[in-house]
């Protein structure tokens, strides 16, 4: 459904991305864990068209979107939900959840109330908060909203960087329990974090990354606390 073939990202003369490979299943679930500074955020922000590829090429339902702009690719299915979840503050809930309706391709649109019932009854908690302005609201609920909003963009794969960054462990717990309750719908999901997370669903795959390169990429499962301290540290290559 969506490839990434040895994906390079440079900002000038520093490289960020080393050749990273990755291929998304329709419906899977991808886990990519690294310290900060691993280039984490650059490759998914690489497979959203936000930074360019400077090698390499990225292919979506079999169509080479290497460089297809990152509204068009919204467009095309895949969403991005930004580290610091990039809700409109001034807002209210529901104006952001019509910001993305509005950015879905018009043939998978379907309408807005229908969207609306969708997200709030995986995400229960924003249907009593509608009318409230976004910067009421929790970091959990923020996060929340910030992965409602994309879900009304209809993605075929939805792009997470670091959901639980900044929230209380009660918080992620929610946050990961609404992912999961996306996995099963059949939703792909992407998601980036420097840590190992509650998530009670094994991954299909899981990278693990380190300055800019794959360390390690295991499929069905997850990398055990000591073997992660190991690789991030720099015990292994």
């Known amino acids: 459904m969506m490839k990434a073939d040895n994906v390079g990202v440079h900002y000038g003369a520093i490289q960020a991305v080393h050749g990273v490979s990755l291929e998304i299943k329709a419906g899977g679930f991808v886990l990519i864990l690294g310290p900060n500074g691993a280039g984490k955020t650059s490759f998914i922000s690489a497979l959203a068209g936000i930074v360019p590829c400077s090698a390499g090429k990225i292919v ?13 690719r919204v467009r095309l299915g895949v ?8 809700v409109l503050k001034g807002l209210s809930v529901k104006e952001n959840l019509l ?4 950015a879905s391709a018009k043939e998978r649109r379907g309408s807005f109330s229908t969207g609306l019932g969708e997200v709030t009854e995986i995400f229960p908690r924003l249907s009593e908060r509608l009318e409230q302005d976004c910067s009421t609201l929790s970091g959990g609920e923020m996060q929340m909203l910030a ?35 996306l996995s099963e719908l059949g939703m792909t999901l992407v998601v980036v974090e420097q840590k190992n997370v509650p998530i009670t669903s094994v991954p299909d795959r899981t990278l693990v990354m380190r300055e800019g390169e794959v360390l390690l990429d295991m499929a069905d499962g997850r990398p055990s606390e000591a073997e992660l301290a190991e690789l991030y540290l720099g015990g292994r290559r």
Do not use: N
């Not at 910001?99 to 509005?102: A, N, S």
């Open 79 to 86: 969403s991005l939900v930004p580290e610091g979840r990039g």
């Open 99 to 102: 910001l993305g309706w509005h």
């Open 60 to 72: 979506l339902d079999g169509a080479d979107v290497t460089h297809v702009s990152a509204t068009r």
């Open 147 to 181: 992965v409602a909003r994309a879900m009304l963009a209809r993605p075929k794969v939805i792009l997470l960087d670091e959901p639980s960054l900044g929230l209380a462990p009660l918080a992620v717990k929610a946050v990961y329990a609404a992912l999961r309750r």
